[in-house]
């Protein structure tokens, strides 16, 4: 890296755990921040296209997030959901009156036939977001999940079944057929860092890797690559990471997320309640840092963000000793 100029840092991201990463990276001014978001999650509801990854990113970096739920916006009503639910549709997905003008936007825009990864951009300088949030394909993406239900959509199975149907397997629909943005693969060619946020690492960041030409882009780039574990002592902070991954036969653990990893990253944080970990993890060639990786509030995500900066500048930054 070179000191003299604003350390250029990538995140993978997805997810509410991806958010937090995000926002505490942006707290720092010394680096230059881009974020590549998961689209795999994005479903039409109401023939309105939703984009709750990328949205929830713009939320949060726009500090018009609701922070109780962690996604949606803050002062939100449901007028809109009353009157569909009075027309007899079905209103599972929850989607907010304010939500809906951005989903409005969107998907007239689409119709329009405009990129994608345009519209996000223009909607995240909208809401005053300075980092860069790119997409990784402006194809169509989507993950499927295999129960004894049958195959569901993620948002089938997310929110209207609540994570509560054993997952069997998992597919992204089209991916074979995406063509990664030029943007995000610049993205990760100029990276002084690539992050990996604590975000679901099979269904929000193996959707982004699993994008033809991503994986190898991130595996060729010679910067710096860093993961943060979203599991602390075998459980999830948020989400149903824990129970996927044990469900499909694999570690439920920071060892499990490492595994996953192996092979594209270089050092992982884990938690101090992981630490007897650290030993089998350092065996698969990846250097770890047992720190409190649990991001309560605003200072813990800059704490955290800060860390990971200093250990991929080895211990300086803007020039200055650790």
């Given at each position: 890296?070179t000191?003299?100029?604003?350390p250029?840092v990538?995140?993978?991201a997805?997810?509410?755990g ?10 720092l ?9 998961n689209?795999?999650?994005d479903?039409e509801?109401?023939?309105?296209w939703?984009s709750?990854d ?13 922070r ?11 007028r ?9 549709e079905?209103?599972w997905m ?8 951005l989903?409005?936007y969107r ?5 329009k ?12 300088r909208?809401f005053g ?6 997409l ?9 999940v295999?129960?004894?239900k049958?195959?569901?959509?993620f ?6 079944e609540?994570?509560?149907p054993?997952?069997d ?9 995406a063509?990664?943005?030029g ?8 990276a002084d ?6 975000s ?12 033809p ?22 459980k999830v902070?948020k989400?149903p990471?824990d ?20 092979g ?9 309640q ?10 698969l ?10 991001m ?11 860390q990971?900066?200093?250990?991929a500048?080895?211990?300086k ?6």
């Amino acid at each position: 890296m070179t000191l003299a100029n604003k350390p250029r840092v990538t995140l993978l991201a997805g997810g509410v755990g991806g958010a937090k990463m995000a926002e505490g990276l942006a707290a720092l001014e010394d680096i230059d921040l881009t974020i590549i978001g998961n689209v795999a999650d994005d479903e039409e509801f109401h023939g309105l296209w939703v984009s709750p990854d990328i949205d929830t990113m713009t939320y949060t970096l726009s500090g018009r997030i609701n922070r109780q739920q962690g996604w949606g916006l803050a002062d939100e009503g449901t007028r809109a959901l009353d009157i569909l639910t009075t027309l007899g549709e079905d209103t599972w997905m929850m989607l907010g009156d304010k939500d809906f003008g951005l989903h409005i936007y969107r998907t007239m825009r689409r119709t329009k036939g405009h990129r994608p990864s345009d519209i996000a951009r223009d909607i995240a300088r909208a809401f005053g977001v300075k980092a860069a949030i790119l997409l990784p394909t402006d194809d169509r993406v989507q993950t499927r999940v295999k129960t004894q239900k049958g195959w569901l959509s993620f948002q089938e199975y997310f929110v209207r079944e609540k994570c509560a149907p054993q997952v069997d397997a998992l597919e992204f629909s089209g991916i074979a057929e995406a063509r990664p943005t030029g943007e995000a693969l610049a993205a990760i060619a100029d990276a002084d860092l690539i992050m990996f946020a604590p975000s679901n690492p099979l269904v929000s960041i193996e959707p982004i890797l699993t994008i033809p030409g991503i994986r190898d882009a991130v595996k060729a780039a010679s910067a710096k690559k860093i993961a943060v574990s979203p599991l602390i002592a075998g459980k999830v902070v948020k989400g149903p990471a824990d129970r996927m991954m044990a469900s499909l036969g694999l570690r439920a653990d920071a060892c499990g997320v490492a595994h996953h990893y192996q092979g594209l990253i270089e050092h992982l944080l884990i938690d101090h309640q992981d630490a007897d970990l650290a030993r089998e993890i350092a065996a698969l060639g990846i250097t770890v840092t047992c720190s409190d990786i649990l991001m309560k509030d605003a200072q813990d995500k800059a704490r955290l963000a800060r860390q990971v900066i200093s250990i991929a500048m080895g211990g300086k930054l803007n020039g200055e000793a650790a």
